[in-house]
């Protein structure tokens, strides 16, 4: 079994700067790519960005340029750098895990319990 805790989350001003943290941890074997998502109110879950476990990166157009993902894989932990935030940053952000436990072997989806991001103006 694999849990993820998020941290980080708060409220900020627009421009300012947060950076998130999710920790995995568990029976964990392999952890293949590990990302944040985001909801806010009224509207659906998106992706905002994702890295592999070989450091490849994607990130929503929203977020590009703005926003940096990156983790340890020693510690199964992934960031979210977020800057110049915007009002339209407002949401729960959810890290979200690929990976699987060493019993049973098999890979699947792992999510946190969100936490919150919220950017006035």
């Known amino acids: 079994q694999v849990q993820l805790v998020e941290s980080g989350g708060g409220l900020v001003q627009a421009g300012a700067s947060l950076r998130l943290s999710c920790a995995a941890s568990g029976s964990i074997f392999s952890i293949n790519a590990m990302g944040w998502h985001r909801q806010a109110p009224g509207n659906q879950r998106e992706l905002v960005a994702v890295i592999t476990s070989d450091g490849t990166t994607n990130y929503a157009d929203s977020v590009k340029g703005r926003f940096t993902i990156s983790r340890d894989n020693a510690k199964y932990t992934v960031y979210l750098q977020m800057n110049s935030l915007k009002p339209e940053d407002t949401a729960v952000y959810y890290c979200?895990?690929?990976?699987?436990?060493?019993?049973?072997?098999?890979?699947?989806?792992?999510w946190g319990q969100g936490t919150q991001v919220t950017v006035s103006s």
């Open positions: 979200n895990v690929f990976g699987a436990s060493v019993a049973p072997l098999s890979f699947k989806n792992y």
